[in-house]
């Protein structure tokens, strides 16, 4: 572990960006609205690509908000500590996203109408995603070999910890009316239709041409040359864009140009360990 890190309650957070402090009044203190809407992830399983959606959305499929104003400005995410003072100072209705564990995430949830679309993305490609990412953020050591990061990544020992405890204990909201799940594979097959179920579930109707707006502007290719989505916009403090990048190459799958056999299946055997007990299938089992 390096000192880049601290942790909170179990989970590693990058020192640059978030604070115990911070988290502690989020966790304890921080009310949610009934007419917030959240989008929630662990890192790398498509949480630009909900905001963008949902940016759209909120605008009638009009791109020009979100090519306009930064991502962590349009929908800030909550556990940084410029996010949360965002969020504190946004007018309502407002538009929020976490990367937080259930255990961690603001208490005053479970009593709110507030709702989260819970983004959720095959594990081999997070890790192959964030491992590629990570060896351009000045912020956190570097990850070595991909190896040596698959034993992190598998014991949980990386920012927002365990992706199969994250998605276990979020799974345990599934059953709530404000509770939205959806798969980022789901997203890649048929987007127009995601982007109607998500519309539908924030009770926001759009036609059929704003429809179509959304799908073309929250493309991998329109936000990759979106300034405003795409990353590029990070500080060189933080990040190093010579060595990785945020919209890398949007597929599913593409694990299997990374991992070996032995890989894989050490992969696949602590999977059905961790899993073993959710009653839920995603597309990749
Ligand atoms: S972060 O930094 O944790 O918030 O990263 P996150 O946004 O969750 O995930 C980044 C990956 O999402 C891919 N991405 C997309 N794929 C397809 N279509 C669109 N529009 C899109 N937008 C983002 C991005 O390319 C990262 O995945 P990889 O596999 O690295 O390409």
Known sequence: MSSSF?????????????SAESLTYLEKEFRFLDDDILSVSYPKSGTHWMQEILGLIWCDGDPSWVQSLPVWERIPWIETVSGLQCALKSPPPRLLASHLPFHIFPKSFLHSKAKVIYTVRNPKDVMISSYHFSKGLKIVADPGTLEEYMEEFLSGSVSYGSWFEHVKNWMEMKDRSNFFIITYEELQQDLRESVRRICHFIGKE????????????????KMKDNNMSN???FSDTYYDHTKGKLMRKGISGDWKNHLTVAQNEHFDR?????????RMTFPWD
């Open 6 to 18: 601290f942790v909170y309650n179990g989970i590693l957070f990058p020192t640059a960006l978030s």
């Open 206 to 221: 759009l036609n059929s041409q704003q429809i179509d707006s959304v799908v073309e502007n929250a493309s991998f290719h």
């Open 231 to 233: 990353c590029t916009q």
């Open 270 to 278: 602590v999977y059905r360990e961790k899993m073993q007990g959710l």
